[in-house]
């Protein structure tokens, strides 16, 4: 069921423009269209081992006089060179990123206030309301620019107001939804709607439209608003949400209370551990229960319930020592595990071009889940066919351990052989692993 | 289709043969033809899993008076355990009774199988060697060879002729000549003109193709193995001082076992960079743990340039190097020693190795079908640590060989290949311990669920089968 969702599930790209209002609509609802904006984004891209810009669309919804908008971290990445806003009145100006949010497929702008005041724009802001408040069957509003169709207002009911899914790789390769549950919405949202507000009929942002089903009808997912409150907080204030992180797999607890000796709704099942990690330090292991977490008794019964306790470590300060009460077989005990921060897998990216590579930092979370023995290394996105690289027989997947014998241990040092390349080309040996084959080739001029 | 490309490639001859006069004749053909035809046999057997029974047909040659019957190693899957080949039958050329036969295991140095023939039927057979004249050159370019090739089951496995001359001879690393056309079924001998045994044919190599539609113009590139005739073939040196070879149990032991894995070659280009021109040269992944050749001192990324003070020749292609290295260790003995040269940074270091036994092999490891909850468990063994990443000393749980569509286990979240490694909350140390606690929880006398801790793709999981009543 979960792969399936994961599969099947895509981000929308949605930009959305509405103006026009309804008559009998409530004055909230008026200033909430007047606060969503369309998003249009250039940004580079990395993979084909030459740099390259790419363009897209997205909404957002303003949420303050100060031109701060929220879209979506697919819609919106630190990748970003231009970032451009239309605003209800038709009018462009220019945005900058202030802070993304990938868990939560979360991205902040803010607009370039100058600019608007030079001009003499106006906008208005939207606020948000209370998600947690929602109930199946209530009728939402999502506003955005699906297929391109601008100023496009859907309505439909909250179909369900707790769904879990989470996807490894669902913002532009980025893991999503490990941290929240999701709304979800049967008024129609197509590709281009995303990043665009769902409302209440008051105007209220509920929620930020994110994700739908291809191939299905009316299945829409959006973040609730109360999730996208505090990430938006913790953006303002210091451009980053930073996680606690354990390293504890969780898995649904249901129908094997029995098997555990558990009374219903107690505990969560640590389904494994990531190798490595302070938990796996700690020793706990697949198989144990957790009982508690400082204290605080979790129940993990169904899955929709772990998003909310891996939250809860999450939110934690990196370092803090966690105890956590376990039942192991008919053993009860007590583990004390220190946090760490959380890290994507995703590391960062670089091309370079003379050897027409593209490569991504080994992070600590790719290789602990390749089971690779450090950090060293990068891992090649793309080659440029016909580039040195490409000539050599490097290709996407191979991870570049060694360049002229030394260990890669960061992007600097290979960006130091680079240039010495590009200024005085002579061969470079690199050490490549590819799954767990190691190979020389040579970089050629 | 069949028939087709037959009297194509029969046109083509009759043309050669007007316009160069020097060809096989047919008075020449029909009296080599009718003994030598006697040395080749169709070999059909049936490979019995816990799901089904299927069939393969390959074609093997006579080697001895005994009925000894060499097939290529591609005739048998590797995956599949000795035991679960079954109902092996030979057919002779053109006649539909089978004789029974029995498998004699594989020979890891060549990579052929045998199976012998019962004897009430041997009579029946030429050996090859029979066909074997002293002193016979190897085939060079342009020579005229032919051999045998053999119908489908359907048409009793009637021979044909095929014929060819040799274009290129090369080492890979065998000697292996390559005709212009296909010159025998892959498996069966290829004579000279005289009649005499000059080779036998490998698996077919493949040819590129461009494959067009209507719907994509474009053309699509793809590669093309006649698996029925082959233009291949390793010459008579590299296949009668190893006819021999006959495995003395079916597991083909006593196998030499050096335990470096993932050799990599290096290409003329980084030889160059590393002043190792002219030669060839492998990078060793990994060392096992407790392997001979970790006891012997190789280690990770260690560069093999030398052994027994040869430097490793250069072949075309680069990856032949792989089937030499094998073959030197194939050839040898447990307990035998080899001396390797490495490249360790700068260093160049001299390394004497011990080679042991192989560890017990997937196809050896026990197993048991467990029928109520559609699963089949297997021995743990060392390749399935290497496999796993961990540590090949530490052998613990059992896999999930089979997992039966829609079965308990299946329907548990069991799949194929996962390691179990707990049952109801209890390590599993041994396969035995596995297997006797399946069958009480089978028998359902205490508990009609269990549940199991496995791991997959490194990540484990707890899984909850459940048993019908």
Redo the contacts between chains.
Sequence with gaps: MKSFLTRSIFTLSLFLTVTAAHAAMSRGFNQLLDAVVRIDVREVAFEAGSKRLASSIGSGVILSDEGLILTNAHVASPRAVEISVTLASLERVSAKLVGWDHWTDLALLRIDLAEVKRRKLKFDHADFGDSDKLFPGQTVFAVGTPHGLTRTVTRGIISNNNRYFEDRSGVNGYETGAFNTWLQTDAAINPGNSGGPLVTEDGRVVGINARGYVGADNLGFAIPANVARRVTAELVKSGVVTRSYLGI?P?ALQ??EG?YSLSSNTGM?V???D?GSPAARAGL???DIVLAINGTKVDGRFEEQLPAIQNLVASLPVGTTVKLAVKR?AELRDFTVQTEKLESRVGEEWVFEKWGLSVRKVSRAYAR?N?LNDTTGVLVIGVQPGFPADV??LSRGDIIVKIN?QAVSSLAAMKNVHEAFAAKPA?V?V?V?RN???????L?P | MKFISLFRRSAVWAAVLLTLGLHLRASEVSALWAERVKCVVAVEYYTETEADRRPSISYGTVIDANGTIILPSVAVNPRAMPSQLKDFKVYRPGNPNSLPAQYLGQDALTGWHFVRVDEASRKELTPVTAFVVKDTPEPAMADEVWGIGLRNKDEDFQPYLLSSHIAIVQSLPQRTAIAQQEVAGPGLPVFNRAGAFIGLAASSFGSNFIQFSREDRGGFPVIMVNVEESGAFQTAAEVLPYLSRVPQNIYGRPLAWLGA??L?P??P??A???NLSGQSGV????VLDGSPADKGGLK??D?LIAIDGQPLPRFKPDRVILSYIDREVQRRHPGDTMALTVLR?SDRVELKVTLGEEPRLVSEADRKYFDRLGLTAREFVSDDAVAR?VKSTELSGVIAHYVKPNSPAAAGGLRPDDWI??I??VEVKTYAAAAERLAAIEAGKIQT?C?L?V?RG?????L?VKLQP
């Design positions: 797999i898995g129908d094997l098997f099942l389904n494994g551990v190798a292991r697949g198989g077989g889940e089971q050599a027989g014998q061969p040996l050490e692993q767990r084959q190691v190979s020389l080739y040579v050629k | 894995y993932g990599e290096m290409d280009d980084v160059k960079f590393l990078v060793v992944s990994e990770d990324r560069l940074g990443r490694k707990e109801d909350g669920e549940v801790l791991s490194g990540v484990t999981s707890v909850h």
